[in-house]
């Protein structure tokens, strides 16, 4: 089992920045790649961004740009850096894994809240 752990959820003015964390337990010696969600009240789930255990990364066309995924394999985490936050942005994000090579095998973190002002 695998157990993530998001943070850094907040409110903040268009505009700003905040920076979400997700912090990976149990048996992740395989969990490759790692991206944010996020879901918006009264819409889907989609995805945002992820990044594999090398670097590799992508990014939502809406987020191109203004957010960043990085990863800490040292550490197990992987962050989100958002700047130039928009009303839009507003939803509860979540931290998904993936097991290596076992694309229906996934994970997912409880989520934290994220409100852009307007």
């Known amino acids: 089992q695998v157990q993530l752990v998001e943070s850094g959820g907040g409110l903040v003015q268009a505009g700003g920045s905040l920076r979400l964390s997700c912090a990976a337990s149990?048996?992740?010696?395989?969990?490759?790649?790692m991206g944010w969600y996020r879901q918006a009240p009264g819409k889907q789930r989609e995805l945002v961004a992820t990044?594999?255990?090398?670097?590799?990364?992508t990014y939502a066309d809406s987020v191109k740009g203004r957010f960043t995924i990085s990863r800490d394999n040292a550490k197990n985490t992987v962050s989100l850096q958002m700047n130039s936050l928009k009303p839009e942005d507003t939803a509860v994000y979540y931290c998904?894994?993936?097991?290596?090579?076992?694309?229906?095998?996934?994970?997912w973190g409880q989520g934290t809240q994220v409100t852009v002002s307007s």
């Open positions: 998904r894994g993936w097991r290596a090579g076992r694309p229906t095998e996934y994970y």
């Open positions: 149990g048996s992740i010696f395989s969990i490759n790649p």
């Open positions: 990044i594999t255990s090398g670097g590799t990364t």
